[in-house]
């Protein structure tokens, strides 16, 4: 059986162009604005949506991520409320495919089994658990797939040939690319390398590869749209959520509408990254 994510990224392989895979924290700053947030990605022009668990000990994320999780666990973010965002987003939108992005503290601690019929009766799509390698596939990954979800797994720059296909052996979905070592929004991507990064991987696998970690902007995402097959923004749509919040977390702004341009912007770059040479 064929997941939304598999639809989504076969028509967009039709329609010759990379997905936009937008990450946003879960709850953050509250549970409704996040909500407001997510229902926005969309009609912003967000092909897949990753839904950040917050965690209060993120080893791979930056200091812009691990304060959007700080907010949402102060704002009473748990992962039931995580789920039931998702929930709230199905019911007006069933198509977009959603996967849960996070660690494997909360979810142990709720519960394999529990977790995975709970995620996926509330739409949930696939997971990425970072903290999660091959050689511990039984405790999750193999039951997630049983479960009929997608489990997508990160290759980095040090993932060499011989350790690609231990990675990859269980992933589907898409496979996502981390295109810098170290943590999230740190650099920037080397576009030429992202390149030569991607065509490696494919001759390893048929499955999609989406590049992420340190894309901010619509030319950095129009010049790796070039080669990949989804561009993943996270840091930069977290950057724009904390933009409109004061010192003690106030709102001076719409953080939905902030994240909406930005993305809007971003969607724009990926739709003309097949059209013309990055300069």
């Given amino acids: 059986m064929t997941s939304r994510i598999d639809r989504r990224m076969a028509k967009l392989k039709n329609e010759g162009r990379p997905a936009l895979v937008t990450y946003f924290m879960g709850g953050d700053p509250d549970y409704e604005t996040s909500l407001s947030v997510m229902k926005r990605l969309p009609q912003a022009g967000a092909d897949v949506i990753e839904l950040g668990m917050p965690f209060s ?3 791979a994320d930056g200091p812009a991520i691990q304060a959007a999780g700080l907010r949402a666990l102060r704002g009473g973010q748990t992962l039931a409320k995580t789920l039931e965002m998702a929930r709230a987003f199905r019911a007006q939108d069933d198509e977009t495919p959603i996967v849960m992005m996070g660690y494997y503290n909360p979810i142990y601690i709720y519960g394999v089994d529990r977790f995975l019929s709970d995620a996926k009766q509330a739409g949930i799509d696939g997971l990425i658990i970072v ?21 997508i797994r990160l290759a980095t720059p040090t993932t060499d040939d011989r350790r690609l296909p231990r990675v990859l052996e269980n992933t589907s979905g898409f496979v996502y690319y981390v295109s810098m070592t170290g943590i999230t929004g740190s650099a920037l991507p080397d576009t030429s390398k992202v390149a030569a990064a991607v065509e490696r991987i494919k001759t390893h696998t048929d499955l999609p590869v989406c590049v992420g970690f340190g894309v901010k902007t619509a030319e950095q995402a129009r010049a790796i749209g070039q080669s990949a097959d989804g561009v993943v923004v996270g840091t930069a ?9 004061g010192p003690k977390g106030e709102q001076t702004a719409d953080p939905a509408e902030a994240v909406a341009t930005l993305v809007s912007g971003l969607a724009q770059g990926v739709r003309a990254a097949r059209l013309a040479p990055a300069e």
């Fill in 237 to 245: 749509i977290v950057n724009a959520v904390a933009s409109v919040l």
């Fill in 131 to 151: 903290d999660l390698p091959p050689e511990m596939d039984a405790e999750l990954c193999v039951p997630a797939l049983e479960a009929g979800l997608n489990f």
């Fill in 57 to 59: 000990d993120p080893m």
